[in-house]
């Protein structure tokens, strides 16, 4: 793996091509004035958004403990399907967050060398925490009537969101910074999105869950610590700048 | 219920037409629908764009017809575009890729059953096992790569375990030639069940072939290039057992007829009203044009089409699990090689094939690598290893 990005023949820029610019930049003069389409982009989009339903649904719960639980959550006006989505929706961005980890290892063992307290031992904590929140969410799941091998409409979304970090991060091009970067944008997702999931087991009077979820917060903002203290002495070192 | 060609209606070819909109409509959901109506979109989509390939290649080889082609084709081509962007884009292309598996192994299965040539259904078993064990590659892959359970496309419907292994898929092309039907003599169904099938593989080397590169992770670039290679074996494979001899208005006729008998089998089967309205307004369409191209077949050939494609079509091929078929397949088939045109056991396999294969693997087999020690689990593997304890 190159360690670090270096000066180069980058060409993308308009500066790098002094002459064809010039040329490029009077190109305005070619072009006709057109009015605007009969109907916009912004229009269609509107349209379709308006007629667009959801991604999918929440299945049912496949128990009597969980039917009755959501009945009884029902009757206080609680929508229990929104708590099950949003847990399924966690579970899935632990599980996917497993394996964003197991792709950083891999990374960092071809690393010529890391920065100042990272090892690889560490990120495996890391990426065994992800694991064991993975397994926390899906005896939750559980325990609630739910299926947690379901596919629900936010762990749907989220996985479409998370692509951009696998595929960030499973380029071998993607140098031990960028791979970093992209473990931080995870975590920060991870720790705000286990803030609002305790407000909403705590709303749904879950609090044991709520409890259980505080602690794995609690690991996530250290996960989110520490790969920032990382990157940032990754940084300093690539930039030979002392903050 | 046999559909009836003796009195075709369908809507008149120059009666065929869009708006961008129709094209583009709101996908199916990825969670809700049944997985056997994303199977049937993938099919359809793959055997309109065999109905273009051909099209294409018809024009190349036969000036006088370019007119009539060209007004079809481009029916065609927007057939196969409403129905392709009913995939959402939802699905990461590793779990379209899934669907894609699930396509080839069901509906091969099913047409495998059904197949009255015994060297044909064995044909389709053959191939039956090789996208089998790709779909349990796949399955490894997208569990490992993006932490997915594959199960959320195929709904329990299809099993993930290893088939006939990839890394011994791999032939020299004279070992992937099968013997051609006759077409004179050979059933309806042999002619339809082929036709299909070949679309379906030829999509899906397509498919891999564009969406492999798309990946950044280097294993997974390896496992589209090793399995998107098998792909083109098979297209090979199911277009060698297509009568050669036939003329280039046999082969426009019996692909509109093939495309007919599916949109039929989709109308008959399909859960999802809104899908089921499109596929009748496609069926009512290929009635159109099968109807035209038959006009051209008795004014060029000067021949009654009725006499190649029968009076009646016969009954679907069924979108169902074919679950225990496999699964005895596999029992009684896995270890089947293939030499030249016949069908061998393992240790009578081609010499050629062990070589190429031998130097294609020289470097290390995707395919094992991705799945090295790789059993499903519901929820991924992640779900097995990691139970909390009670």
Known sequence: MQPEITLGKNRTGIKASPFDAAELREQQGHQLTVGRPAITAEQLRMEYTQEAEAVGSVPPPTNVRGMVGATAQALAGHRMHILLDKLAERLAYERSGVRLYDSMLVKAAGAERLPADMTIEALQEIRDDEAAHFALLAESIEKLGGDPTAMTPCADIQGVQGMGLFQAMNDPRATLAQGLETLLAAELIDAASWELLIELAQGFGQDELANEFTQALANEQRHEARVRTWLAAELQLLARVHH | ?390
């Open chain 2, 1 to 390: 219920m046999a559909l009836s060609l003796t009195d075709i209606q369908g809507t008149p070819v120059d009666r065929q037409r869009f708006t961008w909109r129709e094209l583009v409509q709101a996908p199916i959901s990825k969670l809700d629908d049944d997985a056997f109506t994303r199977v049937r979109i993938i099919l359809m989509n793959g055997l309109e764009l065999e109905a273009n390939r051909f099209s294409h290649m018809a024009a190349r080889m036969n000036r006088d017809l370019r007119g009539e082609l060209a007004r079809i084709r481009r029916v065609e081509q927007h057939q196969a575009t409403a129905i392709n962007w009913l995939i959402g884009a939802d699905h990461s292309p590793l779990e379209t890729t899934i669907a894609y598996e699930q396509v080839a192994i069901e509906v091969t299965a099913a047409v495998a059953q059904r197949e009255p040539d015994e060297y044909l259904a064995q044909t389709y078993r053959f191939g039956l096992l090789e996208d089998f064990d790709h779909m349990y590659r796949y399955s490894a892959m997208l569990d490992r790569l993006e932490g997915k359970d594959a199960n959320n496309i195929l709904q329990c419907y299809t099993d993930i375990l290893p088939g006939r292994p990839t890394m011994v898929e791999h032939r020299h092309p004279d070992d992937d030639l099968r013997t051609p039907m006759d077409a004179r003599t050979a059933h309806p169904l042999s002619k339809l069940h082929a036709l299909t099938i070949m679309s379906a593989e030829q999509q899906t080397h397509n498919y891999y072939m564009n969406i492999g590169p798309l990946f950044t992770d280097p294993v997974a670039r390896l496992l589209y290039a090793e399995i998107a290679s098998i792909e083109e074996q098979h297209t090979t494979q199911y277009e060698s057992i297509i009568d050669p001899d036939q003329t280039w208005m046999e082969q426009w006729l019996m692909h509109e007829l093939m495309e007919v008998y599916n949109y039929y089998g989709c109308v008959q089967q399909e859960t999802n009203p809104r899908i089921k309205a499109l596929w009748e307004r496609f069926l009512d369409y290929e009635l159109g044009q099968l109807k035209h191209v038959m006009e051209l077949f008795k004014q060029i050939e000067r021949r009654d089409p009725l006499e190649l494609i029968g009076e009646s079509l016969p009954d679907p091929i069924p979108f169902a699990s074919q679950r225990d078929f496999v699964r005895d397949v596999l029992t009684r088939e896995v270890d089947l090689r293939a030499r030249g045109t016949e069908y061998v056991p393992m240790e009578e396999d081609s010499e050629l094939s062990i070589a190429y294969r031998d130097h294609m693997n020289s470097q290390g087999s995707p395919t094992e690598a991705v799945a090295d020690g790789y059993v499903y689990r519901p929820g991924t593997e992640l779900a097995a290893l990691h139970k909390r304890a009670a």
